[in-house]
């Protein structure tokens, strides 16, 4: 069986340089993404409906009361800068972690640092991870706790967060800036383009039989 | 920048161009496929109307959700019954080679994609799921990928990704008794961090390394990631040729081996290679290690004491701190004698056939003890069916160890194995976060599953050493 050719599907990205709006703090840091999403509610098809499960046992006890946590919290209703600490989303590569909080409503993800899957999880849907000194997370976690209805804008391209007067040195790593500011994070459209090189890999390398690669008679 | 290694080769070997975002376009030689994370992925690609580019270069099977003891389709569980026809329908007519129960080769994924000799060296492989690390342990450039990256691979047969630093961990001298590849990589992590190897590739290396089986590697290479390394690697050596010798892909077919066989140690790295950083860590040191607390960093050997949370480094004192109210355990205090309810052997970790060998040969003539649920999950159909014909199951049977049907089970309790309530778990898995295996009040505490055996019969966390007959096999 040859392979069919990369057909042309299309789904251009859109261009992400900066995200305002206001914050959530979640403190701790190794927040691992079963925190974030438990398994159980991975058992579903669609990523469509996850957001009421953020962090759901961390919000709720074994009666479904609400407990203590900023994602109950009346006065972060509408944030969609979400403000962490160090290693969030450690774990597994559910990318149902990612999928749960931007379908709350959260936009950007800013924090002193991030586990590598999540980060690139994130990219994948357009959500900055944007880190910045553990000092300045703090400061702006303070901040968003005492001013829940103020604006934190970040600059995807210039690397920054403001806040009231505060402007903070952030870092939004190379690639997933020049992807996010240049609208080129939908890696399937664009690794698609090249589907002649990838073929040409794929028969240089020994153990993939040319029976598996050649798509030119399709 | 990292030269010469196994890590330098493969990817330069694999990347089809440099995307626009700086990124690498590589070639997956092999993807991976479970119910879990795949379901989104098949469905972007129908929005979009593509094909998968590569079905030979793909092979299915289920492990997550699937239910380790009644099997009868449709199974009960509604939601898993759904997950289970999905990914039947998505690789029906596609070309996906699937590991289904029917078949006799279920499994978790990464013990069915060695046990088949689907994990070969030099490759580049990917899954929608964080231990994927594992097959690393064949010299394979191997790692986690989320549902989008599924998408693009289905498309594209490509990942986008950068290259990342490596590290070398040499692991030198000979193990004691008792001690296994579990406890060096609990070891590692808990000298590294749980984020030590974030932009980091592991190379394991050194005398202990090369002495260990391919399970022993696997077990490693496995938990990579809870040390934050993507992926981690072994160099192929005779160890792993004479796995491959056994699979599917060879045992048949021993021209195709020496045909692959130049190209496999091309790819070894080079004996004056350089890396991003170089740890050693005392092999002999070593004792049998299990966590105390939250994280799989969170680790002590069995008579050390669990360390003050004032003691450790200033950002890790509120997980630590949290970790010990959670556990109840007690700084100073050593694991050893920590009471447990829940015996859990299984895993993508520890679930092979040696795995289950040197547990049964503990428990052999042994009973769990009345306190304690004990259950053994193996690793796939095949590793089933192999300790049957051994008569393992007889043996952790008649201890009073549950003997169930393959699948991910209590690693992370998406099926009905579970904890329950506040139980504590002595675990061959992988993570011990809070939630993990089912219950949020439920306590894990890793370990090997020797380990476990031992656990098994005391109804506490007790030092393998300290029984009598120590098994080694």
Known sequence: MSSPEFSAGEAPAEKVTEVSGTGIPVRGNDIDTDQIIPARFMKVVTFDGLGQFSFFDQRFDDDDNEKDHPFNEEQYRGANVLVVNANFGCGSSREHAPQALMRWGIDAVVGESFAEIFAGNCLALGVPTVTADQDDIEALQDYVEANPDAEVDIDVAAETITYGDTVIDAEVHDAQRKALVEGVWDTTALMGANEGAVRETARSLPYVPDEHVSGDEA | ?473
Request: charged share 30%; hydrophobic share 35%; proline share 4%.
């Open chain 2, 1 to 473: 920048m990292s030269e010469g290694t196994l890590y330098d080769k493969v990817w330069d070997r694999h990347t089809v161009t440099r995307l626009p975002t700086g990124q690498d376009q590589l070639f997956v030689g092999l993807h991976l496929v479970h119910e879990v994370t795949s379901p989104q992925a098949f469905g972007m690609l129908k929005e979009r109307g593509q094909e998968v580019a590569f079905p030979e270069r793909t092979h299915a099977t289920v492990d997550h959700i699937v239910p380790t003891g009644n099997r009868d389709r449709p199974y009960r569980d509604d939601a898993a019954e759904s997950m289970m026809a999905e990914l039947e329908e998505n690789v029906r007519g596609s070309g996906i080679d699937f590991s289904d129960p029917d078949s006799g080769n279920q499994g978790i994924v990464h013990v069915i994609g060695p046990e088949q000799g689907l994990t070969q060296p030099g490759m580049t492989i990917v899954c929608g799921d964080s231990h994927t690390s594992t097959h690393g342990a064949f010299g394979a450039l191997a790692f986690g990928i989320g549902t989008s990256q599924i998408r693009d691979v289905l498309a594209t047969g490509c990942v986008a990704m950068e290259k990342q630093k490596v590290r070398k961990i040499e692991v030198t001298g000979e193990l004691g008794e008792g001690v296994t590849a579990k406890d060096i990589i609990l070891t590692i992590i808990g000298k590294l961090g749980t984020d030590g190897g974030v932009g980091y590739v592991y190379e394991y290396a050194g005398e202990a390394i090369e002495d260990l089986g391919m399970e022993g590697r696997m077990s490693i290479c496995n938990m990579s990631i809870e040390g934050g390394a993507r992926a981690g690697y072994v160099n192929p050596d005779e160890t792993t040729y004479e796995w491959l010798q056994e699979t599917d892909a060879f045992e048949n077919d021993p021209e195709e081996f020496e045909r692959l066989k130049p190209y496999w140690e091309s790819i070894r790295t080079d004996d004056d290679a350089e890396y991003d950083d170089v740890v050693t860590i005392d092999g002999s040191a070593i004792e049998p290690t299990v966590t105390w607390g939250t994280t799989p960093g969170q680790t002590a050997g069995i008579t050390e004491p669990i360390p003050d949370p004032d003691d450790l480094p200033e950002e890790d004192r509120d997980t630590a701190r949290r970790a010990q109210k959670h556990m109840r355990v007690e700084p100073g205090d050593t694991m050893e004698g920590y009471d447990i309810d829940v015996a859990f052997l299984g895993s993508c970790t520890n679930a092979r056939l040696k795995d289950l060998r040197e547990a049964a040969a503990f428990v052999e003539g042994r009973e769990v003890d009345d306190d304690v649920r004990a259950m053994v999950v193996p690793g796939s159909q095949r590793v089933r069916d192999a300790a049957e014909a051994e008569g393992l199951d007889e043996v952790f049977k008649q201890a009073g160890f549950d003997w169930r049907e393959p699948g991910c089970s209590m690693c992370l309790g998406m099926n009905d194995d579970q904890l329950e309530g506040d139980e504590a778990s002595a675990s061959s898995s992988n993570r011990n976060f809070v939630g993990r295996q089912g219950s949020k009040d439920g306590r894990t505490v890793l370990m090997s599953p020797i380990m476990v055996a031992a656990a098994a019969v005391t109804g506490k966390v007790t030092d393998v050493r300290e029984m009598e007959e120590v098994a080694t096999v």
